[in-house]
């Protein structure tokens, strides 16, 4: 057994810094690189992905990435874990291999998490007594059923140690919980049990520091954010771990950031809720029992955490399409910008209302003004506003409304106020809405299967 | 005495489906107090009137010096439903940081070092 691992975030989210994982392979010792890539929008935008090409419907960065850092992983041991392999894992698996292949490179082992996808599955769920009732409404998954885009189960940990334990160089998933990424090193490494909850718990809390990237290393760091160093190459976080549930949160030293106990407590406050019972696949974890305490200049030692056995239920995240939105922009500049951009706002719905288009609902928002903080935002004298952007949204089950809403914009520039610009973009298009389904669906109706790819 | 939240405090806040998480930070231990003895569920869900729709719920962090609050029926539908530019409530910690605290007058020895350069 090791008595330290060194795990490194390489990626907060699809669509993260690029050069993060690359930095992290190359700038310093580490034993795991680990990727989220997946946010609930993801999962219904790889899924249309995959519905168009029965090949994709993965995180195709990743391909490109391997290119890149495949060579050095393995030079170097490190290990790669990822859920990016959205809804299609075994087409990104092979996709890394292709990849492998071209680069020469030989006894390669990818593990390939599967099982999680339920979308085909609904009806047998169903039919097995689940009704997968939404946890906010409590209505059943019937009633969506039709417009479904994605339906998965969050997997934890254990199927990641389980393609570990057969060799994985790579471990590539489904939806995988976040934390699960960085807890499954941890026990496959140190040998923990499935019911040493306190470890897991551990472990757990970990991931959710590493989770969202540098966002605990100084990235969106509402402390004093000024002090940071070196923002543009940004070191993420690394969890140094040990094997009795201690870690220390660092980073690469040649890289900018910070580790401190205000950037890891900003992280451990960032989405969650009842912090008693921060629940996983794998364990209950206790956030009010976390200590945390500078153990050297970017080093925080975190300690001290329990946690409870996990629950009889598997969280499932599903997704369907509901209805079109489209949003659209005009910049209007001083003087009386703020009276403009409220006129003009006035001017189109008006001919919204007199084109009798239905909407479920119509937003407007004054950015630069009260965009972010609504009615909290400061009185301005209008004197002192140089310019406001006028941002008007709608929503409806009407695709028609949505787009003939598109078409209103643009015509405010020559017949509504004057001093405005900013329509460059041309006419805003309907987006489909994705609305979310969370549910819970009882761990004995699915089952994780772990499937090795070998070159 | 008044003193500004934004003062003795620091945050983070996200989005759980409609909801909205605001997680905040005090600098110090005597801030924590001073959070957790004023900045009550109550209080949150006043300054957030016209923002925040449903219920607040508060938790403590003593550990961390912190209070989570969660915020009901606050983020315009949550996801791509919400039409709304801060549709994940990124901004929403700053926007409670903006809350003004009455304190009663003996708490004099609530300031910290951090208020006596700010106020």
Redesign the interface.
Known sequence: MKNKIRIASGQGFWGDLIEAPFYQVTKGEIDYLVMDYLA??TMSILQKQKNKNPELGYAKDIPELMKRILPICIEKKIKIITNGGGVNPVSCGKAVLKVAESLGIKGLKIGIVLGDNIKEDIDKIVAEGSELKNM?TGEAIITVKDNLLSANVYFGAFPIVESLEKGADIVITGRTTDTGLTLAPMIYEFGWGKNEYDFLSAGTIAGHILECGA?STGG?F??DWESVPNFAEIGFPICEAFPNGEFIITKHESLGGKVTV?TV????????????EYITPDCVAD??????KQSGENRVHVYGITGKPETEFYKVSCSYA?GF?A?GSLTYSWPKALTKAKTSDKILRKRLELLKLSFD?I?T?F?GYN??????AFELDEDLINEIQL?I???SHDYKSVERFGKELAPLILTGPPGVTGFAGGRPKP?E????W?ALLPKTLVQPKVEMLEI | MKIKLIDIAHGRSGDKGDAANVGIIAYDDKGFEIITKYLTAEQVKKHFTGICFGGVERYELPNLKALNFILHNTLGGGGTVSLKLDAQGKTLAAALLRMEIEIENNSNTFLNKNMDTKL
Do not use: W
């Open positions: 609930e929008v906010e966002q969106n509402m402390g205000e407590s900003e992280q451990l406050l960032y989405e969650i809720g009842n912090p008693e956030f009010t029992s976390i200590k945390l509901d939105s949003s609902e937003r928002e950015v965009s972010c903080h609504g009615p909290l941002r949204s709608v929503r987006n809405v994705v609305a979310y969370p």
